[in-house]
């Protein structure tokens, strides 16, 4: 039966989520937007009250761990699970803050990955590892299939050399998933990730960028020269098979575009709620029932504003729902981070116009949240990816065909 | 009309009321008024197109509205009448309809494909809908489907999610077919919504029994900035009963309409009035406009129409009245989703076989992302109206949903239209594709007022 409200059994997690990201992350987002660089030291005691929840199992497995696809779950109609709590909670941080959020120890990227891929034995020796994911690198960035950094088979361990870009949280991090290739000639077939932790000699942080926002989350560059890593710690198959392809290291993806998504979903209704407050104050109040053209220019775009943030918010639950009830989603969640990724910049920098210099002033947060939103377009998989993913999906067409 | 209000261009033909003419403009606009004068056609320079009767293909042509039926009136009993109960929510996100729902839609899909979509065109001409094609309607249970089952209607429960899941599957075969289908059911619903025992009784045996008559839900009205909440329509108060007067607009069939369910304001507030077309007053005028032309649009002229003051449908204290507002956007965005899968259903093969420069079109991201974003936009739509209906359906405030969901589908249903077109590109401007009537269907959504509801 058709609903597509919040699950009521997510509801208590949510509220929980929205006091933290109120009361936790809001009092210190201006404070480490302009100390970028400096660790934040108060998600440490968040990180164990994160902890805390997952152990008890109150938390619905929301956070990075969540997009783990349970494969023995018995076939029980409707399911609202681990994927679809992990996006609304995720979605209620980053209305908190999305640089915080991204940098909340233990919830890495490479987290995620680990856990949408790993055996059960590899989880277990992962656990409460905080890793970083590391693909990108200078020469490339949404082109993931021209990885070369080279894994070398050498006895019992991988011997990894190269350089990796753009690593969220590379330097707080205790442990990166990097990509590299086992042979290059053999294409994407032969990308494999690795968790490579950072006491292994050889892995060196050479510097954190400076950026346009999320500055409270540390971006590295990391170098990895002649990294000795156990064979253990490749995670899926380490055969190459040409006809799989990429798509093994791609399905990490389906599970962590709805999470972007629902960043980007969390930081423009932060915009909304506090403009839509800001709004009312200047006289200007949204009425739902009459026609958009007959109220203030303010009031007509805000209405535009929100319907295209319900329409990311909805196909970023539809997908993490999907997810959860085991149905194929990467069209979907490639829709969701599509329109999440436009929606966030089209609202924030909205907000930003309709408060004018006090949207623009560091006084308010909406130009904060104006810039955080811009890399939501862009990171695991940029606008343009997406919509080349949605394309292909489409029109049935191939890599080849639809370049 | 004063000599300088004729000499003056503006406020026809669609010019402004500034423009001025100078001395060649005088000139020219004599000549034109002789090209127009009948004595080129009395010496037989001309073919005549005269048309002597009723046709909704032509504006200004008035007519009574039709003679209709009697209702067999049984009055009395103003309690409020039967309504359907509110669906029970389990609390769980889900975008599986239920299995109900998905046999309806699968018949409805049926009908649209094989019987609605190969009709859309010639509809499209004639500003008709084919007879049988409405038969057809009938029998698959359209005006009885928001009528609850103990007045012999199908729906258990509150039934907006079905009747959104219909009009979307409808309006994929064809938008002003999916309007006319829709417009009697969709007053057979009000009366089951806000209807009185008497009112029930009186009107309702005719939607369920075999001979349905066409009724259409008229709210909408001809004027720059309409606001539907405050009908320039009026209803006041004489005697038992009410006098109304004024024009509604968008009426769906109104020549043929038996039954009107008209806006008007009565003390200040907007509501809901049942009209006979057999009341004295009333005059319909055939209003073809860009697109949904197979629903036959007309406007109603209502002078001095007396009404008896069982007359009134719901309360006078407009809040039957907004709700109606809300539910009849709620049909429009599902037939925008309807139309705007259409859309891609259409697009999608044709640039993957048209050729240029050597390849499909579909190679080129240019065109590959303009297909990527109909469906993402879609999608969007789809999810915004199913979640007004859901909420409509369990019984919950849904102003908020229903008002984002009618943005979203009147800008990205836009959208959609227009690059369904562009996609085409010349073989898009024509007739021999459908992309254009698409085209021109989309633009009505965020402009129609009632005529549809779920």
């Given at each position: 039966m058709l609903n597509l409200?919040?699950?009521?059994?997510?509801?208590?997690?949510?509220?929980?989520?929205?006091?933290?990201?109120?009361?936790?992350?809001?009092?210190?987002?201006?404070?480490?937007?302009?100390?970028?660089?400096?660790?934040?030291?108060?998600?440490?005691?968040?990180?164990?009250?994160?902890?805390?929840?997952?152990?008890?199992?109150?938390?619905?497995?929301?956070?990075?761990?969540?997009?783990?696809?349970?494969?023995?779950?018995?076939?029980?109609?409707?399911?609202?699970?681990?994927?679809?709590?992990?996006?609304?909670?995720?979605?209620?941080?980053?209305?908190?803050?999305?640089?915080?959020?991204?940098?909340?120890?233990?919830?890495?990227?490479?987290?995620?990955?680990?856990?949408?891929?790993?055996?059960?034995?590899?989880?277990?020796?992962?656990?409460?590892?905080?890793?970083?994911?590391?693909?990108?690198?200078?020469?490339?960035?949404?082109?993931?299939?021209?990885?070369?950094?080279?894994?070398?088979?050498?006895?019992?361990?991988?011997?990894?050399?190269?350089?990796?870009?753009?690593?969220?949280?590379?330097?707080?991090?205790?442990?990166?998933?990097?990509?590299?290739?086992?042979?290059?000639?053999?294409?994407?077939?032969?990308?494999?990730?690795?968790?490579?932790?950072?006491?292994?000699?050889?892995?060196?942080?050479?510097?954190?960028?400076?950026?346009?926002?999320?500055?409270?989350?540390?971006?590295?560059?990391?170098?990895?020269?002649?990294?000795?890593?156990?064979?253990?710690?490749?995670?899926?198959?380490?055969?190459?098979?040409?006809?799989?392809?990429?798509?093994?290291?791609?399905?990490?993806?389906?599970?962590?575009?709805?999470?972007?998504?629902?960043?980007?979903?969390?930081?423009?209704?932060?915009?909304?709620?506090?403009?839509?407050?800001?709004?009312?104050?200047?006289?200007?109040?949204?009425?739902?029932?009459?026609?958009?053209?007959?109220?203030?220019?303010?009031?007509?775009?805000?209405?535009?504003?929100?319907?295209?943030?319900?329409?990311?918010?909805?196909?970023?639950?539809?997908?993490?729902?999907?997810?959860?009830?085991?149905?194929?989603?990467?069209?979907?969640?490639?829709?969701?981070?599509?329109?999440?990724?436009?929606?966030?910049?089209?609202?924030?920098?909205?907000?930003?116009?309709?408060?004018?210099?006090?949207?623009?002033?560091?006084?308010?947060?909406?130009?904060?949240?104006?810039?955080?939103?811009?890399?939501?377009?862009?990171?695991?998989?940029?606008?343009?990816?997406?919509?080349?993913?949605?394309?292909?999906?489409?029109?049935?067409?191939?890599?080849?065909?639809?370049? | 009309?004063?000599?300088?209000?004729?000499?003056?261009?503006?406020?026809?033909?669609?010019?402004?009321?500034?423009?001025?003419?100078?001395?060649?403009?005088?000139?020219?606009?004599?000549?034109?008024?002789?090209?127009?004068?009948?004595?080129?056609?009395?010496?037989?320079?001309?073919?005549?197109?005269?048309?002597?009767?009723?046709?909704?293909?032509?504006?200004?042509?008035?007519?009574?509205?039709?003679?209709?039926?009697?209702?067999?009136?049984?009055?009395?009993?103003?309690?409020?009448?039967?309504r359907a109960p509110a669906a029970k929510a389990s609390?769980?996100?889900d975008l599986t309809p239920t299995d109900d729902e998905q046999m309806l839609v699968d018949v409805v899909t049926e009908f649209a494909?094989?019987?609605?979509?190969?009709?859309?065109?010639?509809?499209?001409?004639?500003?008709?809908?084919?007879?049988?094609?409405?038969?057809?309607s009938l029998?698959i249970g359209l005006p009885i489907l928001g009528v609850p089952e103990s007045l012999g209607g199908i729906s258990e429960e509150r039934s907006a999610t079905a009747g959104v899941l219909v009009a979307e599957a409808l309006a994929r075969?064809?938008?002003?077919?999916a309007?006319?289908a829709l417009?009697p059911g969709s007053?057979a619903t009000a009366?089951g919504l806000?209807?009185?025992?008497?009112?029930?009784?009186?009107?309702?045996?005719?939607f369920t029994?075999?001979?349905?008559?066409?009724?259409?839900?008229?709210?909408?009205?001809?004027?720059?900035?309409?606001?539907?909440?405050?009908?320039?329509?009026?209803?006041?108060?004489?005697?038992?009963?009410?006098?109304?007067?004024?024009?509604?607009?968008?009426?769906?069939?109104?020549?043929?309409?038996?039954?009107?369910?008209?806006?008007?304001?009565?003390?200040?507030?907007?509501?809901?009035?049942?009209?006979?077309?057999?009341?004295?007053?009333?005059?319909?005028?055939?209003?073809?406009?860009?697109?949904?032309?197979?629903?036959?649009?007309?406007?109603?002229?209502?002078?001095?129409?007396?009404?008896?003051?069982?007359?009134?449908?719901?309360?006078?204290?407009?809040?039957?009245?907004?709700?109606?507002?809300r539910l009849a956007?709620l049909a429009w965005c599902a037939l925008?989703v309807g139309?705007?899968?259409?859309?891609?259903?259409?697009?999608?093969?044709?640039?993957?076989?048209?050729?240029?420069?050597?390849?499909?079109?579909?190679?080129?991201?240019?065109?590959?992302?303009?297909?990527?974003?109909?469906?993402?936009?879609?999608?969007?739509?789809r999810?915004?109206t199913y979640k007004a209906a859901a909420r409509a359906a369990q019984g919950k405030?849904f102003?908020?949903?229903v008002?984002?969901a009618?943005?979203?589908?009147?800008?990205?249903?836009?959208?959609?239209?227009?690059?369904?077109?562009?996609?085409?590109?010349?073989?898009?401007?024509?007739?021999?594709?459908?992309?254009?009537?698409?085209?021109?269907?989309?633009?009505?959504?965020?402009?129609?007022?009632?005529?549809v509801l779920v």
């Amino acid at each position: 039966m058709l609903n597509l409200e919040t699950p009521k059994k997510h509801r208590m997690l949510i509220d929980q989520a929205h006091q933290v990201a109120m009361n936790m992350l809001r009092p210190i987002s201006r404070k480490y937007d302009l100390a970028e660089h400096e660790y934040p030291k108060e998600l440490d005691m968040l990180a164990a009250m994160i902890d805390g929840l997952e152990e008890s199992g109150a938390s619905e497995g929301a956070g990075a761990t969540g997009v783990r696809r349970d494969e023995t779950a018995a076939e029980t109609g409707n399911k609202n699970g681990s994927n679809l709590s992990s996006v609304l909670s995720v979605a209620e941080m980053c209305w908190g803050d999305v640089g915080l959020m991204l940098t909340f120890p233990r919830q890495g990227l490479g987290n995620s990955a680990i856990a949408s891929v790993a055996t059960d034995a590899q989880l277990e020796r992962f656990k409460g590892t905080w890793a970083s994911m590391a693909i990108t690198e200078p020469a490339f960035g949404s082109d993931s299939a021209q990885v070369s950094t080279t894994a070398v088979l050498d006895g019992d361990d991988y011997v990894i050399n190269g350089e990796k870009i753009f690593v969220t949280s590379g330097e707080r991090s205790d442990s990166i998933v990097v990509w590299a290739t086992l042979d290059k000639s053999l294409g994407r077939a032969a990308i494999k990730s690795f968790v490579v932790t950072k006491d292994m000699p050889g892995v060196k942080v050479e510097r954190c960028e400076h950026k346009l926002g999320i500055r409270a989350s540390d971006t590295a560059v990391i170098t990895f020269t002649d990294v000795r890593v156990p064979k253990e710690n490749l995670l899926g198959s380490p055969e190459i098979d040409v006809k799989q392809g990429f798509a093994g290291a791609m399905a990490t993806f389906d599970n962590t575009r709805p999470l972007v998504a629902a960043m980007a979903v969390g930081c423009a209704r932060a915009s909304l709620d506090l403009t839509r407050d800001l709004l009312e104050q200047a006289g200007v109040t949204i009425d739902y029932d009459r026609p958009a053209q007959l109220q203030s220019a303010a009031a007509a775009k805000f209405l535009q504003l929100e319907a295209d943030w319900e329409a990311a918010q909805l196909l970023t639950m539809q997908a993490a729902w999907m997810a959860d009830n085991r149905k194929p989603n990467s069209l979907e969640a490639s829709m969701a981070k599509a329109k999440a990724g436009r929606v966030a910049s089209d609202v924030t920098l909205s907000c930003v116009e309709l408060a004018g210099s006090v949207g623009y002033s560091e006084a308010e947060l909406l130009e904060k949240w104006a810039r955080d939103s811009k890399i939501l377009d862009i990171f695991e998989g940029t606008q343009q990816i997406q919509q080349l993913i949605v394309a292909r999906r489409i029109l049935g067409l191939t890599s080849a065909e639809l370049k | 009309m004063s000599l300088i209000n004729i000499l003056k261009p503006g406020g026809r033909n669609g010019l402004s009321s500034r423009e001025r003419r100078d001395p060649i403009g005088f000139t020219v606009a004599a000549l034109n008024r002789l090209a127009q004068s009948d004595l080129i056609d009395r010496v037989g320079l001309r073919k005549q197109t005269e048309q002597a009767v009723f046709t909704v293909t032509r504006n200004g042509f008035k007519t009574a509205t039709a003679a209709g039926r009697q209702f067999k009136k049984v009055s009395g009993n103003t309690l409020a009448g039967t309504r359907a109960p509110a669906a029970k929510a389990s609390g769980l996100f889900d975008l599986t309809p239920t299995d109900d729902e998905q046999m309806l839609v699968d018949v409805v899909t049926e009908f649209a494909t094989e019987v609605v979509r190969p009709a859309a065109a010639e509809a499209n001409e004639t500003c008709a809908a084919p007879e049988g094609l409405l038969k057809a309607s009938l029998e698959i249970g359209l005006p009885i489907l928001g009528v609850p089952e103990s007045l012999g209607g199908i729906s258990e429960e509150r039934s907006a999610t079905a009747g959104v899941l219909v009009a979307e599957a409808l309006a994929r075969g064809d938008m002003g077919l999916a309007v006319a289908a829709l417009a009697p059911g969709s007053v057979a619903t009000a009366l089951g919504l806000w209807g009185t025992v008497a009112q029930q009784q009186t009107y309702l045996p005719a939607f369920t029994g075999d001979d349905v008559p066409a009724a259409a839900l008229a709210l909408t009205e001809p004027s720059v900035l309409f606001d539907v909440l405050a009908p320039a329509t009026t209803a006041e108060r004489a005697g038992d009963g009410f006098v109304l007067n004024g024009v509604k607009s968008a009426v769906v069939r109104g020549a043929e309409a038996e039954l009107f369910v008209v806006g008007a304001s009565l003390d200040g507030k907007p509501a809901l009035f049942l009209v006979e077309s057999s009341t004295e007053g009333l005059e319909v005028e055939g209003d073809p406009s860009m697109g949904v032309r197979a629903a036959s649009l007309t406007r109603l002229e209502l002078n001095d129409v007396k009404v008896d003051a069982d007359a009134l449908l719901g309360d006078a204290d407009g809040e039957a009245y907004t709700e109606c507002v809300r539910l009849a956007r709620l049909a429009w965005c599902a037939l925008a989703v309807g139309t705007g899968q259409a859309v891609l259903d259409y697009v999608t093969p044709y640039v993957n076989e048209r050729e240029a420069f050597g390849e499909p079109i579909s190679h080129r991201q240019a065109v590959a992302f303009m297909v990527a974003d109909i469906a993402i936009e879609l999608q969007s739509m789809r999810l915004l109206t199913y979640k007004a209906a859901a909420r409509a359906a369990q019984g919950k405030d849904f102003s908020r949903e229903v008002a984002l969901a009618r943005k979203l589908c009147a800008d990205k249903g836009m959208r959609i239209g227009l690059d369904g077109v562009q996609l085409l590109g010349g073989h898009g401007f024509v007739k021999e594709h459908p992309v254009e009537r698409w085209y021109r269907d989309l633009r009505a959504i965020g402009i129609m007022e009632g005529a549809v509801l779920v």
